[in-house]
Structures are given as C-alpha cells and as structure tokens.
C-alpha cells in the first residue's frame, strides 16, 4: 500500500481508538449490552449464514448454525448467568503485621481493547473474544477480517446496532488496518490467526508495551492406540477434520496409527468419509475459502503416496478429502499447519515412539488420544504436551464453554471461554483498608528499640 492510503488507514484506526470513551459499566449495564449483543445476532442468524456462504463460496448452514451463531449465543448465556460471582470481589487474609486491616481483590477492565478477528470462523472467533471483553467492561476496537467481507460488514451493522459507538466500534478493511491496530497504545490486544502473523503483532504490541493474547494454530496430532474401536475412531477422527473442510484451527492435522493397522486404519476413514458426506453435490461441505489455500493444498500433495477418501467434489473451491501414508517428517506436510482436509497417517510401533514424535515438535494447540483404554489414554495426555486435550473424540472440546481455550508456544499464549474470557479481560486490582492499630505501623522512624525488636521477629 502507499503511504497515503496507510495513513489514512492509520487515521481511522485512531480515529475509532479515542472515540472509546464509554465510563466503565456496571454489572446491569454488561448484562444489558451482552443482551442486545444476543439479541441482535439471534436476528441476524439466517443473514450471517448467508453472508458465510457466499464468503466462502459454499460453507454448509448447519455448520455456520452450530458452531458460530449457535456457540455465540450459548456462551452469552453462559457468560451472563455467571458474571456476577466472576466481578464479586474476593477477601483475602492478611498477615498479623497487618492486624485489623482487610484485604480484598477485585477484577477491573483492562480498559481499551483490541480484538483482530480471523476468517475461518469470522462469526465465532470474533464474537466470543468481544463477549469476553464486554463482560470485563471494557471498550472494545473491533477488527473483523477482510477475508470474509460479506460476513465483517454485517457484523459491524449488527454490532452498531446494538452497542454504544463510545463502547465498541467496529474498524474494517485490510492488512493495513490491522496493522495500525497493533500499534496504538491499547490495554490490551487479542489475536486470532497464523503463528506467522502472531509473531508480527506480538512485535507491533511491545512497543507500546500491550499486553496481548494470541490464539493461533499448529499442528495438532491425533494419536490412535492399538486397542481403539476403529470406527468409531474414524468416524470422530473425520468428522473432526473436514469440519469445513479442515480450516479449523484445532482439526486433526496428522495421525499416528499403530504400524499394524495401518491399512485397516485407512479403509476404516474412507469408511467414515463416504457416510459423514454421502450426497455427491457436496452441499454438507465446505469450500476452500482462500484460492492461495488450495493452491498450497494441492502443492503439498506432489510427491506423497496420498490416497482420496471420497469421490471429487464438484467446483473449483471444493477440495476432497486425502489421506497420506507415511510422508517424510521433514516434508513441507509435516512442517506446515495443514489447515485443509489433507490427513497424515504417520505409522509407529510403540506408543512412547508416538509421544516422543508430538513433544519433539512445537507445542500442538490440541491433542486427540483415542482408544478403550481410558487409562492408557489419560497417560498419554499426562505425558504429551498440548495446549489442550481430548479422549476419545475431535473438535467438541473447544463448545464446553466451562473449559480454558489456548495455546502453548508456538499455538498460542494466553486463554479465553467461559470465565478464562473474562480473566484474560480483566486484572486484578488488590485494595487494603488500614488500621490505626496494627503492627506494621510500628516500622517507621525514628527507628529505635521497637523497631529493633520488629527486625528481630522478622529475622526469626
């Protein structure tokens, strides 16, 4: 871009960052904006579907239903149920120097905030960071991604709806635009998208010295043990990668599978394939979104032994599912975050070669262990690092709005859902009520015998 239109863009940015100037609402006024942020989306629903679609050129509405729209107005329920015992301030007791005083911590907005939202999920993953930050209290810089230009332009007319212009404004346009996000003096920055592009805003952020959190991706395994019920496995182990169509941050990116059953393995997925996706037009899948995406899908297929799993999707934008056997670990396939329905089977012949194989590489954002064995299972988790985990199933784990969602690394620094969203948008303020009468007053000059005797019983 030349520098005009980057400061223009800077211009706006800043422009929408000073227009937040709403006080710092109360526990009624949150409920209420969370309401009408409900409200306006449960309205919208159909629309938002809509928008997706055409943004991605063929995106299921039930798939947009389930895990954007209805996971957003989910964790608004779940979010104002419980807002109230998350602002309660919380006594602590203080030691006996302190005799006579309290103590109490109470969580406070952070203040200005910046959400950059992704396009795999631009509904979800920009709106659940928003209810997090709104039921913290604070004023929010809103950056949806211009990826999905149908879908970002309906949520800012949903978003300016339903919310004060001094409490969230919504910022839209290109890479520029963000950029100028990640350099004002925010209280605070969150981020959804590329480990590559994390790295970038956490530099941009640190000249300001802003806090940031970052929700970015990698290569999350799935690791199946020998005594695992095939189909089931395949059928969870499917379901979870080509929900649409693989571009999930936390989707099986590869699976190591018992050397031995190897081949039962791979006919046990095309199995789960052809049931999960049995109508041929393709209308309960996904496209591939990017048309640089599925250009570096079909490169990182040249060369591998890699297998299809279902019958052609009709249409350029949609990619049928692959399975590759055993490609090289240092292959661009195993290097790169796959975001694509490409499944890696990577063979192994004892479970701790398999663990061995997950913690030599960047932390993973998700770990999948499946298997009878709830026990077997429950220790490879205890020993395989990720930045979270689930048995026996793919992707379910991130709707249970009671569970922390991050990453570890190069997956991600920082937490949210449920009430980590609400930690991650506050701080905590401690607040001590002195009294006249107690010890640690005796600490003051002119220091004499008293304060001698107050050395003494500290160095005890």
């Not at 109470?106 to 930050?133: C, D, F, H, K, S």
């Not at 000249?207 to 020998?226: C, D, Q, Y």
């Not at 969870?236 to 099986?252: D, E, H, R």
């Not at 031995?260 to 791979?266: C, L």
């Given at each position: 871009?030349?520098g005009e239109?980057?400061?223009s863009?800077?211009n706006l940015?800043?422009?929408a960052f000073?227009?937040?100037t709403?006080?710092?609402p109360d526990l ?5 904006h ?10 919208a ?7 997706v679609d055409?943004?991605?050129?063929g ?5 947009t239903m ?20 998350w602002?309660k301030?919380?006594r602590?007791g ?7 005083a ?5 969580r406070?907005?952070?203040?200005r ?13 920009t709106?659940?960071p928003?209810?997090?930050a709104?039921?913290g209290?604070?004023r929010?810089l809103?950056?949806?991604?211009e ?7 309906l ?9 004060p212009?001094?409490l ?5 346009g ?15 920055l ?10 970038r805003?956490?530099?941009?952020a640190a000249?300001?010295?802003?806090p940031?959190?970052?929700?970015l991706?990698?290569k999350?395994?799935a ?7 095939l189909?089931e496995a ?13 571009q ?12 031995a ?7 046990a ?8 996706y049995?109508?041929?037009?393709g ?7 990017r048309?640089?995406d599925?250009?570096?899908l079909?490169?990182l ?7 299809p ?5 009709p249409?350029?934008?949609r990619m049928?599912a ?5 490609p090289?670990?240092d292959?661009?396939l195993?290097?790169?975050e796959i975001f694509g ?16 194989f ?6 993973p ?7 009878r064995d ?5 220790g ?15 992707l ?7 569970l922390?969602?991050g990453?570890?690394?190069e997956?991600g620094?920082?937490?949210?859902h ?13 607040i001590?009520v002195?009294s ?5 007053r005796?600490a003051r ?10 050395i003494r019983f500290l160095?005890?």
């Amino acid at each position: 871009m030349d520098g005009e239109h980057d400061l223009s863009a800077g211009n706006l940015v800043g422009d929408a960052f000073q227009a937040l100037t709403a006080p710092v609402p109360d526990l009624a006024e949150r409920r209420l904006h969370l309401a009408a942020l409900r409200r306006a989306v449960k309205e919208a629903a159909e629309p938002l579907a809509a928008a997706v679609d055409a943004d991605f050129g063929g995106r299921p509405r039930s798939e947009t239903m389930i895990a954007e729209v209805g996971l957003v107005l989910a964790n608004i329920d779940w979010t104002v149920k419980r807002l109230k015992r998350w602002m309660k301030p919380r006594r602590v007791g203080l030691p006996p120097e302190f005799l006579g005083a309290s103590g109490r911590v109470e969580r406070v907005p952070l203040g200005r905030v910046g959400i950059i939202g992704p396009w795999n999920y631009p509904i979800q993953l920009t709106l659940l960071p928003l209810v997090a930050a709104l039921a913290g209290g604070n004023r929010v810089l809103l950056k949806p991604s211009e990826w999905t230009p149908r879908t970002s332009e309906l949520l800012g007319r949903i978003i300016e709806g339903a919310l004060p212009p001094d409490l969230v404004r919504v910022v839209k346009g290109g890479a520029e635009v963000a950029s100028a996000v990640t350099e004002l003096p925010l209280d605070g920055l969150f981020f959804t998208g590329s480990t590559e592009t994390g790295r970038r805003v956490l530099a941009a952020a640190a000249r300001n010295l802003v806090p940031v959190t970052l929700e970015l991706g990698g290569k999350s395994p799935a690791i199946l043990l020998p005594d695992l019920d095939l189909d089931e496995a395949a059928r969870s182990l499917m379901a979870g990668k080509l929900f649409s169509a693989g571009q999930t941050c936390v989707a099986p990116d590869y699976a190591l599978v018992p050397r031995a059953r190897m081949t039962e393995v791979r006919e046990a997925l095309a199995r789960a394939t052809r049931a999960l996706y049995p109508d041929p037009d393709g209308s309960d899948y996904a496209a591939i979104l990017r048309a640089p995406d599925r250009d570096r899908l079909h490169r990182l297929l040249d060369g591998e032994s890699a297998l299809p799993l279902m019958d052609p999707m009709p249409g350029a934008p949609r990619m049928g599912a692959w399975a590759v056997l055993d490609p090289d670990p240092d292959s661009p396939l195993m290097r790169e975050e796959i975001f694509g329905p490409i499944l890696p089977l990577i063979p192994y012949d004892d479970v701790a070669d398999a663990e061995r194989f997950v913690n030599a590489r960047p932390c993973p954002l998700a770990l999948y262990v499946l298997g009878r064995d709830r026990a077997a299972c429950e220790g490879v988790v205890a020993r395989v690092r990720s930045g979270g985990a689930l048995v026996n199933d793919c992707l379910l784990h991130v709707a249970a709005h009671a569970l922390p969602f991050g990453g570890a690394g190069e997956s991600g620094m920082g937490t949210y859902h449920g009430e980590e969203g609400f930690l991650t948008f506050t701080r905590p303020r401690s607040i001590m009520v002195a009294s006249r009468l107690m010890p640690a007053r005796l600490a003051r000059p002119p220091f004499g015998p008293t304060v001698n005797r107050v050395i003494r019983f500290l160095l005890r």
